[in-house]
């Protein structure tokens, strides 16, 4: 009877373990197939206009991350920015710059005039995107030039008697 229980078993270990094949039935369609060409050579897309765009003027990107911390007042406060400063040289003559900052605030702080919750860490600093610096140089002559720029700056804060945040102030809230 061992002998007999040790086949069977051993029958159906080899059974369960061996590799099975089935038919599998062709042409069955799946919401994964392809039916077209994947890449598309017919028509211009904007990623081919950008880079035609992109190669005939020269781009120089650089990186920089500022950290900036105080402690006054018996507050503290701390904002980081990364920038990304992006640099194009249309021509000679026509040179352009953009940098976009991202401002937060990543230990927070308990500055007066800002919400804070239980632990102190400082609530009323959201992060946010800004265009620091966005210029446009045409070089007229060699002694003249002519610049168009747009700056946005952080608002100001602390205890500054303009400032939105001054808890000291006798005017009304103003944004």
Known sequence: MKPLTFSLALVIILGISLDTQAQLRKNLPTPYDYSGPIINRTTPTVQHSLNQFFQKINVQMSHSYEMSFAAYGGGVQNINAYTNTLQFAFSPKLQGRVDVSFLHSPFGGNTPGFSSNANGI???????????????????????????????????MGYNPYSRFNPYRSYGMWY
């Open 122 to 156: 400082q609530q009323g600093f959201s992060p946010q995107v800004m265009i620091r610096n966005a210029e446009l140089n045409y070089q007229i002559s060699d002694k003249a030039f002519l610049r168009v720029q747009y700056q946005q700056l952080p608002n100001t």
